[in-house]
């Protein structure tokens, strides 16, 4: 990028900018951001600031300026503070250069999502009108309300704030209807059960509390948003892999749901103060998540060491007693949802290993993608005598399918598309849509299984060869 940064971080997941947004903007690529959310000043005329304290107890005839439980009393010091002048002249001149460039960088599909409130926001609204084009490009205008603070009295409280979506392209953006989250219906008896445990879609008011001051989501910067509230958006309006961008960072709080949702990141801030935050936040979220992949990579590594010496060592014994004697009898043992997800990352370990790389992939219907395709994962220890059970094979939002198994002693792979599945020969699962699949690793009954035999490295094959296919 050409553009003058004072400083430039750049993170395995993305880039931090400290300057000024308006050069950094116009150096960026046109169409290189899938997403844009931006959460400005709001011109309230004020200074918008945020100190941090500490507190400490004193030793008794000591003073102290405030007093705590049993009337114990503790002195304060100040350990530093955030903010920014949020006062604008000519405000629309402010926003709209900036607002000329971010159309100029978002994708043909791409989304800009406005954070303003209702000081501004009717002027912002045709301002963004007249960059994008017209009216049909506002796709929504999206009410977060919460319910928190201090009350007027000489008006209704004002406990909203507003978030227009545009899209450069109103016939031809990303939107995900299947990753959009489902609340509880009101009245459940009305709608049937069913629909009751599926719960309904979201509507353009999204009720959510503010950052709570004493949650670890807390980053002490004075305008931090909900990260639930970018997860939604970033997890609806953009693909794993996708860059997000956000020209005033602040807290970091997009670039927080990018991390979280496998997406690439862009913050820009001309704060010092907030340039240190998103490092730090990012950096802490970076370090949870490879833990928690030291983690699984440690078992999936012992487990597949313990199946190649024990295939080496005895013959698979056929009788359901088996697993008495197997190292991997504790497996058998784990709650079905705890083992299903460990089965998942172990198989995100193995194509890592065959070269396939993974993403995400949360609330789309598919475990993860590889290569933009949608891969579902069904995990099975469920061996009686000499072959695998997988269930709950249903009809879903996927494109292909992954049978990994554990045996005893061994472990075994099969992988197939969606579209080669023959359904009527699948059969039924407690007279419900799900269905349950039977099968020995060197004796599959299903053509368009079979051809792997259950290895490993022949299931790992038949895949990338699936994925390069369009």
């Not at 903010?83 to 629309?92: I, L, M, N, S, V």
């Not at 900036?98 to 791409?110: D, F, K, S, T």
């Not at 209702?118 to 912002?124: G, I, L, P, V, Y």
């Not at 309300?145 to 507003?162: E, S, V």
């Amino acid at each position: 990028m050409a553009g003058r940064a004072d400083t430039r971080e750049q993170l395995s997941a993305g880039e931090i900018l400290h300057g000024d947004n308006l050069p950094l903007l116009r150096a960026m690529p046109a169409g290189s951001a899938a997403l844009i959310y931006i959460d400005p000043p709001f011109n309230t005329g004020k200074t918008q600031s945020r100190t941090r304290i500490k507190t400490a107890s004193v030793s008794d005839g000591e003073e102290g300026d405030r007093v705590g439980f049993g009337g114990r009393r503790y002195k304060t010091a100040v350990v530093g503070s955030s903010g920014y002048e949020d006062a604008f002249a000519d405000y629309p001149g402010f926003l709209r250069p900036r607002l000329v460039e971010a159309h100029r960088i978002l994708a043909p599909n791409g989304s800009l999502f406005f954070h303003i409130d209702w000081r501004e926001s009717a002027r912002c609204r045709l301002l963004l009108e007249e960059i994008f084009g017209g009216p049909e490009h506002c796709i929504n205008e999206i009410i977060w309300a919460y319910d928190f603070g201090a009350r007027a009295k000489n008006k209704w409280p004002t406990k909203h704030d507003n978030i227009y979506w545009f899209a450069k392209d109103p016939a031809n953006y990303i939107f995900h209807y299947e990753k959009v989250d489902r609340i509880p219906y009101m009245a459940p008896d009305l709608v049937g059960p069913d629909k009751a445990a599926l719960g309904k879609t979201l509507t353009d008011t999204w009720w959510q509390t503010i950052v709570p001051t004493n949650g670890s989501e807390k980053t002490n910067y004075p305008t931090q948003k909900p990260v639930r509230i970018l997860d939604r958006i970033v997890r609806v309006h953009s693909n794993p892999g996708d860059t997000v961008l956000d020209f005033f960072a602040g807290s970091g709080t997009t670039g927080a749901a990018a991390l979280r949702n496998d997406r690439k990141f862009l913050l820009i801030d001309k704060s010092r103060d907030a340039v240190t935050i998103m490092r730090q936040r990012m950096a802490g979220i970076a370090s949870a998540k490879r833990n928690e992949e030291k983690m699984v990579s440690k078992k999936y590594t012992q487990l597949v060491q313990i199946a190649q010496q024990l295939e080496q060592q005895q013959q698979t014994k056929k009788t359901q007693r088996v697993w008495e004697n197997s190292p991997f009898a504790w497996m058998v043992d784990i709650k079905p949802a705890a083992k299903g997800k460990m089965g998942k990352e172990m198989v995100k370990k193995l194509l890592f290993d065959h070269g396939l790389p993974v993403a995400s992939g949360t609330g789309t219907g598919a475990d993860f993608f590889v290569d933009q395709h949608r891969v579902r994962v069904k995990f099975s220890t469920l061996w009686e005598g000499d072959s695998y059970a997988f269930q709950q094979i249903r009809n879903e939002n996927f494109d292909i399918l992954f049978c990994f198994g554990i045996s005893p002693t061994n472990a075994h792979a099969w992988v197939c598309k969606k579209s080669d599945i023959d359904w009527s020969a699948i059969a039924r699962q407690h007279g419900k849509k799900t269905r349950w699949i039977r099968w020995a690793p060197r004796s599959c009954p299903y053509a368009w299984l079979r051809p792997q035999n259950g290895d490993l490295s022949r299931a790992c094959s038949e895949l990338k060869k699936l994925v390069k296919k369009r």
